[in-house]
């Protein structure tokens, strides 16, 4: 063979085994793609969220390409949203007895420099007399209408809660009524002032309901014990809030904190406040007679409070903001009995 024809061929079998070469290389490329479509297709099939696994799929970051889990109904969001946070307070609940003054069966907070001859009170005569009649002879107002009570026994509370309402069938209000219709049953005739004396605002609370207190003593004459009803709140620094009660027939009822002004300075036009505290000293004892651990020690103190509007004015506090409404409206109860046997 020529030497031309020699170079020729070693050419095209040069040629031939490069092209044999190429060809197997595109053969392991498309292998290879192969491998890693079936491969990347298999990862992500492991990378869906399973029925039971949500949880975790949510945790993974936000850069996560996975396929997201299908969107669920608005009222499967709503009941698994989460509840938002809200402190609780303690609610101590504790039987009020002892203060600095004693005369037989009940006690008396004095808060003043006098010096109180509580025999004396007892004994003195009311300056009126009950009366056979239908004619109303008390009056039941609320300075402070929109007070209002817990409605369970819980032994705490939330921090939002509002001590307060202008539901007749919730606040002081409805404990007033329950008063009325004890007397009712008790023979006696009551009227139930229920103008909300601190509505828009507290202030002035005293100057409204003196207006009411001399409108319904013009328009009933026969009226002879006054009673502004309440509803007290006692908290510590703590937030932790006081509840008073007492126990009588087996049943939980709020303690009852009566309150008794003087003028013996001159401060207020307010010269016949020793009658009323003859009152509150007979109401305290009957109580106290009756039911058992049913008051607080009587509060007398340098305060007027429109007590000077009528020879039998008093104020009381009917349990705090800790207590349920259902004690109050017991102790309400239990009051009215005691009035009419203080009256009769």
Sequence with gaps: MRTSEK???????????????FGTVSSYNKFDNINNHIESSATAELALPSANT??????????????????????????????????????TETTYRESNMKYNNFYVKNSTDLSLDLRGF????????????SQPQVLIVHTHSTEAYMDSDLGYYYESYDPSSTDDNKNIIRVGEAIVESLKNNGITAIHCTTHHDEPSYLGAYDNSAESIKEYLAQYPSIKIV?????????????????????????????????CGNDNYGYYDFPDWRQNMSLAVKLQ?????????????????????NMNLAPGSLLIEIGTDANT???????????????AHTLK
């Design 227 to 259: 009673l502004d009803i309440h509803r007290d709140s006692i908290t510590t620094d703590e937030n932790e809030k006081i509840k008073p009660t007492f126990v009588y027939n087996n049943k939980k009822a709020a303690q009852i904190m009566i309150m």
């Design 122 to 133: 007892l004994n003195a005569e009311l300056p009126f007399e009950y009366e056979q009649t």
């Design 7 to 21: 170079i020729s061929n070693t050419v095209v079998i040069c040629f031939a085994f490069i092209m044999s070469m």
């Design 285 to 305: 004892a009957t109580a106290e007679s009756y039911y058992p651990e049913m008051t607080r020690p009587l509060y007398f103190g340098n305060f007027m409070y």
């Design 54 to 91: 949500v949880s975790d799929f949510d945790k993974k970051p936000d850069t996560d390409t996975s396929p997201q889990p299908e969107q669920t109904s608005s009222s499967e969001n709503e009941s698994t949203a989460e509840i938002p946070f809200e402190n609780t307070y303690l609610v």
């Design 325 to 339: 409404l259902d004690e109050a409206i017991y102790s309400a109860e239990l009051l009215g009995n005691v009035i």
